[in-house]
């Protein structure tokens, strides 16, 4: 009988979801952890080494067939989850015209798709079991509009809302929900996403992804609804764009991510 908890993390095998994951199997979750490519693997023998089961997969989250090869990994533990982190996501930077429509709409698959889908798979479970923290990795750039990066805020955007829209219909079934907003984090994000020759290429200047996911971390286990994840800078930024107009917003330069 395994009486230790057990949480989903996707996009567990790097940045900050890696730094979730690790603060988790420290605090003895078994853990669940998606990634797109097989590094997933190395991640999970890591986080093993904290003395907990890591079950890795390996999925497009982009794709109806990605998410349904990590809904069966869950129910295949044959136990409720108690966390649900949804993290994996991506960027794309440049002139919303000069890019693929076809890239415009993966990012919506996954950064939209997945999280409506695994919501819809995994939340039954959950309200059935009585309960259990979902973790939402927003961004701070949910809360701007971003030209040159015009897709990935509102995909965010969607995802925030969302959030607060599900933590209503799902009050006093035991489900909370806690919605990150990170600004820029030193992680791969930005080179991913074709910005790696913009002043997002260098990450010295951003957030360290491990003092994110810790206040995250913190915040889904003291029950937060939302927050700005960064240094004191960053949280001045999530404070200004509350009090912004959208058009003047859009016309500054942000250092989201
Ligand atoms: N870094 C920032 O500046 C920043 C700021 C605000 C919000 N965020 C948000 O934080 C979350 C994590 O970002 P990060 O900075 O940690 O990024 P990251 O280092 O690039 O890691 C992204 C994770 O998502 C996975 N992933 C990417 N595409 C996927 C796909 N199609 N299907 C399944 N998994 C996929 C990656 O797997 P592989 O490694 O195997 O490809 C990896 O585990 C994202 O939702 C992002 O929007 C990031």
């Known amino acids: 009988m395994i009486n230790r908890p057990l949480a989903l993390i996707t996009g567990g095998s790097a940045g900050i979801g890696l730094e979730l994951a690790r603060l988790m199997a420290r605090d003895h979750y078994d853990l669940i952890i998606t990634g797109a490519s097989d590094r997933v693997h190395a991640a999970a023998a890591e986080l093993e080494q904290e003395g907990v089961v890591v079950t890795p997969v390996q999925s497009d989250l982009s794709t109806k067939e990605g998410v349904d090869v990590v809904v069966a990994a869950v129910k295949h533990t044959g136990r409720p989850l108690d966390v649900l ?5 991506i960027a794309i930077g440049g002139a919303f015209l000069d890019i693929e429509l076809q890239r415009h709409l993966q990012l919506l698959d996954l950064n939209i798709g997945s999280t409506v889908r695994l919501c819809h798979a995994l939340l039954p479970g959950m309200v059935e079991n009585g309960g259990g923290k979902v973790l939402f ?3 701070l750039s949910a809360t701007t ?3 040159y990066e015009s897709v990935y805020g509102p995909s965010k955007a969607f995802m925030t809302s969302f959030g607060h829209g599900l933590r209503e219909e799902l009050r006093g079934t035991g489900v909370q929900f806690t919605l990150l907003h990170p600004g820029a984090t030193a992680t791969e994000f930005h080179a991913r996403a074709g ?4 002043s997002f290429g260098d990450n010295s200047w951003k957030n360290d992804p491990a003092q994110v996911a810790l206040q995250g971390y913190e915040a889904l286990q003291a029950g937060v609804t939302s927050l700005v994840g960064g240094d004191e800078a960053t949280q001045a930024a999530g404070r200004e764009h509350k009090i912004l107009a959208e058009e003047e917003k859009a016309k500054t330069p942000c250092a989201n991510g």
């Open 195 to 198: 910005m790696g020759n913009t």
């Open 85 to 89: 982190v949804l993290n994996a996501g």
């Open 137 to 139: 990795v927003s961004s």
């Open 145 to 147: 509009p971003i030209p």
